[in-house]
């Protein structure tokens, strides 16, 4: 899916919180990537089959959080759909949320997405994502029921998240722009797709949602 540089300005600049607003492009682009990881992940899983590529012994068993005993009927796209679907994240969201997945993955060489635990990652990176970038959120009970879990299993997974993150879950604009070349980079190569190259960055969405903010506050104030 070719965007062209009209129709992707259009779409950065003038994406909409409205209800009605579509789905940004880079869910599309997200669901794409990961499932190219996934798929990746396999073949080197098969190839490795015979091989101890990593002691058991030494792998934090706090990364198996994320697995799941019944994987959910639901393509990565479909569940990311679903997420923005009732959360309405903004599209830095989700860029952020990849930073995050990036940064797990180096940080736990012993983890792998797989489809077993691929949804649960999403929600949690997703949810805590939307917790650095907007200003108001949804509960973590809300995100459950978006993500088809308990308020207990993802409070436990938001924790074990954040300490096996180190806690280091600030992105600054350089990095945040970094991400956005390399996703649109990496997705152009393998499909034809390209992100929302410049992507409002955090600081500047919520200095628009605060102008909202404080517009609705005022137009109560007259009514």
């Known amino acids: ?4 540089p009209r129709k992707l300005r259009s779409d950065v600049y003038c994406y909409s919180y409205q209800e009605d607003s579509k789905t940004p492009l880079v869910i599309n682009v997200l669901a794409s990537l990961i499932e190219r990881n996934m798929a ?7 190839n490795n089959s015979n091989k101890v590529c990593f002691s058991k012994s030494s792998r934090d068993t706090r990364i198996e959080i994320f697995d799941c005993c019944e994987m959910p009927d639901m393509t990565v796209e479909s569940y ?7 959360t309405r994240a903004g599209p830095s ?3 952020i949320a990849y930073v995050y997945i990036d940064r797990f993955c180096q940080n736990n060489p012993g983890f792998r997405i797989n489809p077993t635990n691929v949804h649960r990652l999403l929600i949690t990176t997703i949810m805590v994502a939307s917790k650095y970038v907007e200003d108001m959120n949804y ?3 809300y995100f459950a029921r978006v993500g088809g879990l308990t308020t207990d299993e993802l409070n436990k997974m938001e924790l074990d998240f954040l300490f096996l993150m180190s806690f280091k879950l ?12 390399h996703l649109e980079r990496e997705v152009s190569i393998g499909g034809g797709y390209h992100i929302e ?6 600081e500047e969405i919520k200095s628009r949602q605060n102008q909202h903010g404080r517009f609705n506050q005022i137009a109560r104030v007259m009514l």
């Open 170 to 181: 600030h992105v600054n604009v350089s990095v945040f722009e970094s991400y956005c070349c």
């Open 197 to 202: 190259r410049t992507l409002r960055c955090a």
């Open 139 to 141: 509960r973590n009970s």
């Open 80 to 86: 990311l759909e679903r997420i923005f679907r009732y």
């Open 1 to 4: 899916m070719a965007i062209s």
């Open 93 to 95: 969201v989700y860029v």
């Open 40 to 46: 990746r992940s396999k073949r080197i899983a098969n």
